[in-house]
């Protein structure tokens, strides 16, 4: 009876002995090094394309971390690989891109940071308002771990350092300069974002769509131009621009299955000069969001058959009815390999607790690249949450004080250390789930 009491305890605590090593293994790193290295990266944020200093340092920490480091793929971006025997190959992918923001968060490593913006031409300040200096540094922390424990796992591991996430350029890019056939392949794709919704050190995954896809559309809207005093001489584009935006309401409205998310946002209306004055063009700027390839077709067909017809009824000749053009930044939805997220689910439950994860919807619609990775050809892939605010940071929000910061603000902050470290644990954890002989 006592000999089977101790092989019960034996067995109990044997299952968080590896999380616990693992914790304590990544916290000492975090308190030697990649604390001051997300100090670094926070304090020196650099705008989309031009992210030179941000890649230098990436190179260099895997480098020294006992990758071979390739520099200048698809731009700024970084590819480090190292091989460990027969097994499969696995992608993990951090963006480093930051924002043309000024940060306000009141930290005392807060962001004071310029550079020239390659889109305007103008001297910005710039900051990380979205939390890739959270995802850079944990893919740093997770480099050290897997090159100090080659023990435990087999295959080749790749890690990915993207520029330009924010403009949807950068993972085109990449694969663009052929990664896939430079480098290889991989069998499995990973990545994380942390948020600032979500409680920190806490994993968020589901299965299916956690990210929408997005379509940058552009309508230009022909006039007759006038006097503002005899509007009847011409024809007024606000006017029908106007009527446009109100009938693109009704796509999501009345023509997409109310289960079927989607999103059809005019952003931008600009036209005219003077009070007195009928323009002869408008230009709407839409941003267009859906998780279905079929939701996709759906808006922009509509978008296009809206704003062409009203032209029409607005008694406009066919060579000056409105134009519909759709960017080339646009990006898929992202879409979870369900059967790989229980697969990780499970391997994040047994090391670090059920606690750790959940499965929390979505509830807006923000894009990511990360699917030009994963399609044509399809990698089974998963991207989940990392939480990066303390929950009392919620409670003071629910009884009544300061809200918690949303992405892209100035007031954006997360907490470092459990938003760091959770991200290397659970990209560890993922990784030997994946890489295990």
Same mark, same amino acid.
């Given at each position: 009876?006592?000999?089977?009491?101790?092989?019960?305890?034996?067995?109990?605590?044997?299952?968080?002995?590896?999380?616990?090593?693992?914790?304590?293994?990544?916290?000492?790193?975090?308190?030697?090094?990649?604390?001051?290295?997300?100090?670094?990266?926070?304090?020196?944020?650099?705008?989309?394309?031009?992210?030179?200093?941000?890649?230098?340092?990436?190179?260099?920490?895997?480098?020294?971390?006992?990758?071979?480091?390739?520099?200048?793929?698809?731009?700024?971006?970084?590819?480090?690989?190292?091989?460990?025997?027969?097994?499969?190959?696995?992608?993990?992918?951090?963006?480093?891109?930051?924002?043309?923001?000024?940060?306000?968060?009141?930290?005392?490593?807060?962001?004071?940071?310029?550079?020239?913006?390659?889109?305007?031409?103008?001297?910005?300040?710039?900051?990380?308002?979205?939390?890739?200096?959270?995802?850079?540094?944990?893919?740093?922390?997770?480099?050290?771990?897997?090159?100090?424990?080659?023990?435990?796992?087999?295959?080749?591991?790749?890690?990915?350092?993207?520029?330009?996430?924010?403009?949807?350029?950068?993972?085109?890019?990449?694969?663009?300069?052929?990664?896939?056939?430079?480098?290889?392949?991989?069998?499995?794709?990973?990545?994380?974002?942390?948020?600032?919704?979500?409680?920190?050190?806490?994993?968020?995954?589901?299965?299916?769509?956690?990210?929408?896809?997005?379509?940058? *559309? %552009? +309508?230009?809207?022909? !006039?007759? =131009? $006038?006097?503002?005093?005899?509007?009847?001489?011409?024809?007024?584009? /606000?006017?029908?621009?106007?009527?446009?935006?109100?009938?693109?309401?009704?796509?999501?409205?009345?023509?997409?299955?109310?289960?079927?998310?989607?999103?059809?946002?005019?952003?931008?209306?600009?036209?005219?000069?003077?009070?007195?004055?009928?323009?002869?063009?408008?230009?709407?700027?839409?941003?267009?969001?859906?998780?279905?390839?079929?939701?996709?077709?759906?808006?922009?067909?509509?978008?296009?058959?809206?704003?062409?017809?009203?032209?029409?009824?607005?008694?406009?000749?066919?060579?000056?009815?409105?134009?519909?053009?759709?960017?080339?930044?646009?990006?898929?939805?992202?879409?979870?390999?369900?059967?790989?997220?229980?697969?990780?689910?499970?391997?994040?439950?047994?090391?670090?607790?059920?606690?750790?994860? *959940? %499965? +929390?919807?979505?509830? !807006?619609? =923000? $894009?990511?690249?990360?699917?030009?990775?994963?399609?044509?050809?399809? /990698?089974?892939?998963?991207?989940?949450?990392?939480?990066?605010?303390?929950?009392?940071?919620?409670?003071?929000?629910?009884?009544?004080?300061?809200?918690?910061?949303?992405?892209?603000?100035?007031?954006?902050?997360?907490?470092?250390?459990?938003?760091?470290?959770?991200?290397?644990?659970?990209?560890?954890?993922?990784?030997?789930?994946?890489?295990?002989?």
């Amino acid at each position: 009876m006592i000999k089977r009491v101790f092989c019960l305890l034996a067995v109990l605590f044997s299952l968080p002995a590896f999380a616990s090593e693992l914790s304590d293994a990544v916290s000492k790193d975090y308190t030697e090094h990649l604390g001051d290295l997300f100090d670094h990266f926070h304090r020196n944020p650099e705008l989309s394309t031009i992210e030179h200093e941000t890649a230098r340092r990436m190179a260099m920490e895997l480098s020294l971390a006992g990758f071979d480091v390739t520099e200048g793929v698809g731009g700024t971006g970084v590819v480090a690989m190292l091989e460990n025997g027969a097994g499969p190959l696995v992608m993990m992918r951090a963006d480093m891109d930051g924002l043309p923001v000024e940060e306000k968060s009141g930290l005392e490593n807060a962001s004071r940071a310029k550079q020239i913006d390659p889109i305007t031409g103008n001297e910005v300040f710039t900051m990380h308002a979205c939390g890739h200096d959270v995802h850079i540094t944990s893919l740093v922390g997770t480099a050290r771990h897997m090159a100090a424990n080659r023990d435990e796992w087999t295959g080749t591991l790749m890690l990915l350092v993207q520029p330009a996430e924010e403009r949807v350029l950068g993972a085109r890019a990449m694969r663009d300069d052929d990664i896939w056939e430079r480098f290889g392949k991989p069998d499995y794709a990973l990545a994380f974002h942390v948020s600032s919704s979500g409680v920190a050190g806490i994993i968020n995954v589901q299965e299916g769509s956690p990210y929408a896809g997005a379509d940058t *559309v %552009d +309508i230009i809207v022909h !006039g007759v =131009g $006038a006097h503002g005093a005899s509007p009847h001489r011409g024809k007024d584009p /606000i006017v029908l621009g106007s009527q446009i935006v109100l009938a693109l309401q009704t796509l999501v409205a009345r023509e997409l299955s109310p289960r079927d998310p989607g999103v059809v946002t005019v952003g931008s209306f600009h036209s005219g000069t003077k009070h007195n004055i009928i323009s002869d063009r408008a230009h709407l700027q839409l941003t267009v969001r859906n998780t279905s390839p079929e939701t996709r077709r759906i808006l922009l067909e509509g978008i296009e058959r809206i704003a062409v017809n009203m032209g029409r009824v607005a008694g406009l000749p066919e060579d000056k009815l409105p134009e519909v053009i759709i960017s080339n930044e646009s990006v898929p939805p992202v879409v979870n390999d369900a059967a790989l997220v229980r697969r990780l689910r499970s391997a994040w439950i047994e090391s670090m607790g059920d606690e750790a994860v *959940v %499965d +929390i919807p979505t509830k !807006g619609m =923000g $894009a990511e690249d990360f699917p030009f990775f994963t399609m044509d050809p399809e /990698i089974s892939s998963v991207y989940w949450s990392m939480g990066g605010t303390p929950q009392e940071a919620f409670d003071i929000e629910a009884a009544g004080g300061e809200p918690v910061p949303s992405h892209h603000s100035p007031l954006f902050k997360i907490s470092p250390e459990p938003s760091v470290t959770k991200g290397v644990e659970s990209t560890v954890v993922a990784l030997k789930a994946l890489m295990q002989e």
